[in-house]
């Protein structure tokens, strides 16, 4: 599966410093009942589904400028059609391939289908992985669940309604 994931106005990667730990409270731990019907899910929904499953898989919390920089998006951009989620390790929190695999389980029990295989990129002739991302679908929406070893390792979970990319002219999926 060929991924290619839209930051949508997410230049860089934040702010957060591997090394300090995340000030934010967390969320509750438990997955969110989902909301009765077969319609798209609401931001809201999305938006506890991200924080909660990083929550429950021990991820430190969301980069503020990351988790909010669709927030002042122009209504009817592409920004303003996703969500986002970039959790940084800290000095007392690792966060790799295990954790990442963690927050993917963690999603599922949220109703998240895979959307494919997990695409692993490895660097050096050694094997080490450096990157592993996977796409999954619930309701309308489509999820890129992403790490990475920068800065001792990062996870980003970025979230698109499908229906608001198609409605602002982005025809291709933020998935390959």
């Known amino acids: 599966m060929a991924v290619a994931v839209m930051a949508l106005g997410a230049a860089g ?3 957060g410093d591997a090394g300090t730990e995340a000030s934010a409270s967390p969320v509750s731990a438990s ?5 009765a019907g077969t319609g798209p899910l609401t931001k809201e929904v ?11 898989a021990g991820v430190p919390a969301n980069v503020p400028e990351y988790g909010g920089m669709n927030e002042d998006a122009e209504p009817g951009s592409p920004r303003s059609c996703g969500l986002g989620f970039k959790g940084f ?3 007392t929190t690792r966060v790799d391939v295990a954790r990442w695999e963690a927050v993917v389980r963690e999603l599922r029990e949220r109703d998240w289908q895979q959307d494919g295989e997990p ?26 669940a992403s790490w990475d070893d920068v800065r001792d390792g ?11 990319m ?8 933020p998935v390959g």
């Not at 198609?166 to 999926?173: E, I, L, N, R, W």
């Open 13 to 15: 990667c934040g702010t």
């Open 119 to 144: 695409e692993t990129h490895k660097g050096d002739s050694s094997g080490k992985v450096f990157e592993v991302r996977v796409a999954l679908k619930q309701r309308g929406w489509t999820l890129v």
């Open 89 to 91: 390790a800290t000095k």
């Open 166 to 173: 198609k409605t602002v002219g982005v025809d291709a999926s």
């Open 46 to 56: 999305v938006r506890m589904d991200l924080d909660s499953s990083a929550v429950d």
């Open 154 to 164: 990062v996870i980003t979970l970025n979230a698109f309604d499908d229906a608001c």
């Open 31 to 35: 997955p969110q009942p989902r909301p």
